[in-house]
């Protein structure tokens, strides 16, 4: 006789609802993402795939390696990019960081901030300091493909192609033909290593017809680099600074900067210097078969790059561990045929934010891929890029880039600004580099809501691992984040009040730093980071900060006008100037990113959020404006409104076939889309502290299956 009977007895009598019984059969995860392998039949240049580790990605075409990257550079690029590929033009005018500052007065004093100065001479070391330093393309390793008259193929000679990926392992596979002859290659990323592996398998070989050919492009410090510039050979240096049986050592220098790309290979074949900047991997006669690796590292490695066979047993291994641990969500058991797509994008979400930010760093939008803003982090984004892996039971994942805000050089850079400013504790800023320095920026450096970020992401940590080496690890940071959010706050003695500003701009950057203030996100953004931080110092025995206390207990009322919450209160006007319409509707995160603090008034919300479904130009958003949608939509009981938000058919709202999510032309690419997604779509399964209903933000007609997600606080 079945015991099943009696477990669901104990089970009732114990106060465990039925339905979590029902979800005791776990998922077939690896059926769950290779489902979801990503097939491409053409030369799409949006649809280039990536392999890579999160500190490290290198991103193919069709041919499965980096053939062809003229052809990819107006699509997504095929980059090679890493955490500490970074470089810097000489200062040669002397410019300084001096000369980015102005004024601003704000509430009865001066405060110098960091911006696009438009003087003369300041202007030309404000456009130094923004491009300098940049993130680097490292190297393009692509074929030298020969058709049957010698001359070079393009892109457009291939036929027969079909390329997958498979997220549950990371290899790419990718076939075609040559004037009829096939060519099979296997690309991996390895996961520990700065490396990326590959075989190829065709006759071309025997006929000397296809190479490997890996090439050093020139940086170009402009706003984004596609890693295709080879006009200025003189300006740089490559050569072959070792080579033995079976492999070599290629350095690269530009300037002060030096790296090496270290290449290996297991069948015959010589490595010879090419055209300027090239070096060309040439099979020996006969071969049909050639595995090689490339490893790229800021200094010169003693050990040869692993093999192709070791990379993707590293790469199996690694990934199966990734999609094994933390949580799934499995939505084949809906009918609406909305649900697959949903689904193909949390598998391909989760393995692009895997691949592209989950460094030691926090990431730039655009990942490893191209650079966007010169390469550049901004933290406002960390939240979007990195607090899913917390929810997704990967905190570990998280943890690796909030070591980069315990760096000295990095506090010091914080601490400095804010001393600066007269506030006290650190001031995180918005646009950053690997050394924590600060990005003049005219929006940036107004920006406050990143400011809190880090003491959600360490309570995240905290509901994971709610012990005392946890807060003995984060507490300092923690409070030196909310010694700067105390003393920012202006208090107006006629209102008996302090305020958000004036100099601030939103989330929503669409309003003048010198006019704004009370925006309100930011407002139960600063409550609720302030109450965690006193609730940190709780946990320890410590007593409440009393200048956090005094922020706490008169801090500015939330603004609102005709039954809903303005933008800030400084515009009346945000809902019939058609400028603050657009951008962010960031007043939604009040309620959605943000837990209830009692500031937000559920009913209002309410009207708020759907004036803003109605009246928002909604074709003038980003990509997370959607999750951010949808996370409001799910604290409001609005379950089917929380899956229209993440499936609104805008065009800053597309997922292309590799995943990624696509903004436009020179943002073809956009990470913080992807991580919100996630973790939207965990509030929506697992709820939040308080919710008692099951599956707060799915459709009731929806049938979906999760496992290993955590609550939003």
Not at 81 to 86: F, I, L, N, V
Not at 335 to 346: M, S
Request: with cysteine; glycine share 8%; aromatic share 12%.
């Amino acid at each position: 006789m079945s015991s099943l009977p009696k477990i669901l007895s104990y089970l009732l009598l114990a106060g465990v609802s039925t339905p979590l019984v029902a979800q005791q059969k776990p998922i077939n995860r690896q059926a769950l993402v290779e489902r979801h392998r990503v097939i491409i039949t053409n030369t799409d240049t949006l649809s280039s795939l990536s392999v890579g580790n999160g500190a490290f990605a290198f991103t193919a075409d069709v041919t499965g390696l980096q053939t062809f990257p003229t052809y990819y550079e107006k699509g997504v690029p095929l980059g090679t990019q890493s955490e500490w590929g970074w470089h810097t033009f000489p200062n040669t005018q002397g410019y300084k960081f001096e000369q980015s500052l102005r004024e601003v007065e704000l509430n009865g004093r001066n405060v110098p901030y960091a911006v696009q100065v438009k003087t003369p001479g300041n202007k030309e070391a404000v456009d130094y300091l923004r491009a300098n330093p940049h993130r680097l393309q490292l190297g393009n390793l692509g074929f030298v493909l020969l058709k049957k008259n010698g001359q070079e193929a393009t892109i457009k000679d291939l036929r027969d192609i079909r390329q997958e990926l498979n997220p549950w392992t990371g290899e790419l596979k990718s076939h075609f033909t040559l004037d009829n002859v096939p060519v099979d290659v296997v690309t991996v990323g390895h996961q520990q290593e700065d490396a990326v592996a590959a075989r190829v398998e065709s006759d071309l070989m025997k006929s000397g017809r296809l190479k490997v050919g890996l090439r050093f492009p020139f940086p170009t410090a402009s706003w984004s680099d596609m890693g295709t510039d080879y006009s200025h050979s003189d300006q740089h240096k490559s050569t072959i600074a070792d080579q033995k049986k079976g492999t070599a050592l290629i350095s690269h220098q530009l300037d002060t900067t030096k790296y090496y790309a270290s290449l290996s290979w297991q069948q015959s074949a010589t490595l010879a210097a090419g055209k300027a900047h090239e070096f060309v991997l040439t099979p020996g006669k006969g071969e049909k078969v050639l595995e090689f690796s490339c490893r790229f590292s800021p200094r010169p490695r003693p050990t040869a790059a692993p093999t192709f066979a070791a990379t993707r047993q590293n790469s199996q291994q690694q990934w199966g561990a990734f999609w094994r641990s933390g949580g799934a969500v499995d939505f084949s058991g809906t009918t609406d045929p909305r649900a697959r797509e949903l689904e193909r994008r949390v598998v391909l979400s989760q393995y692009l934010t895997k691949l592209q930010g989950a460094g030691s760093q926090p990431p730039q939008e655009t990942g490893l891929v191209l650079n966007s803003w010169y390469g550049r982090p901004h933290l406002e984004m960390h939240w979007w890029h990195s607090a899913h892996f917390a929810l997704w039971g990967r905190p570990a994942l998280l943890e690796k880039s909030l070591t980069w805000y315990a760096r000295p050089d990095v506090q010091a850079v914080a601490r400095g600004i804010a001393k600066r400013q007269g506030y006290e504790g650190v001031r995180w800023q918005k646009m950053t580099d690997p050394w924590g320095q600060e990005g003049p920026s005219s929006v940036g450096a107004f920006l406050i809501w990143q400011q809190p970020h880090f003491i959600y992401f360490a309570e995240e940590i905290y509901r994971q691992r709610p012990n005392a080496a946890t807060l003995k690890l984060y507490q300092a940071r923690v409070s030196a984040t909310a010694d700067f959010m105390a003393s920012y706050p202006f208090f107006e003695k006629d209102k008996d009040r302090y305020i958000l500003g004036k100099g601030v701009i939103p989330a929503q950057e669409r309003f003048k730093a010198e006019e704004t203030f009370n925006p309100t996100f930011e407002l139960v953004y600063w409550n609720w980071a302030l109450n965690t931080a006193q609730q940190w110092r709780v946990r320890q025995g410590q007593p409440r900060n009393p200048k956090w206390d005094a922020v706490l207990q008169k801090l500015s009322k939330l603004p609102q006008a005709n039954g809903v919450y303005l933008a800030t209160e400084s515009a009346p006007d945000s809902y019939t100037n058609p400028e603050f319409k657009t951008d962010h509707p960031s007043v939604l995160a009040a309620l959605g990113v943000m837990p209830a603090t009692g500031q937000v008034d559920p009913a209002t919300m309410r009207r708020t959020f759907d004036l803003i479904w109605k009246d928002w130009s909604w074709d003038k958003t980003w990509g997370w404006d959607f999750p951010m949608t949808s996370m409001t939509a799910t604290r409001l009981g609005l379950p089917d409104r929380a899956v229209d938000a993440l499936l609104m058919k805008v065009q800053t709202n597309t997922y292309l076939p590799s995943g990624h999510n696509y903004q436009e032309g020179r943002l073809p690419i956009y990470l913080p889309g992807n991580g919100g997604l996630l973790a939207a779509v965990a509030l929506m399964c697992a709820g939040y502290d308080g919710c008692k209903e099951e599956n707060p933000g799915i459709p009731k007609g929806w049938k979906v299956r999760w496992e290993g997600l955590s609550k939003m606080p």
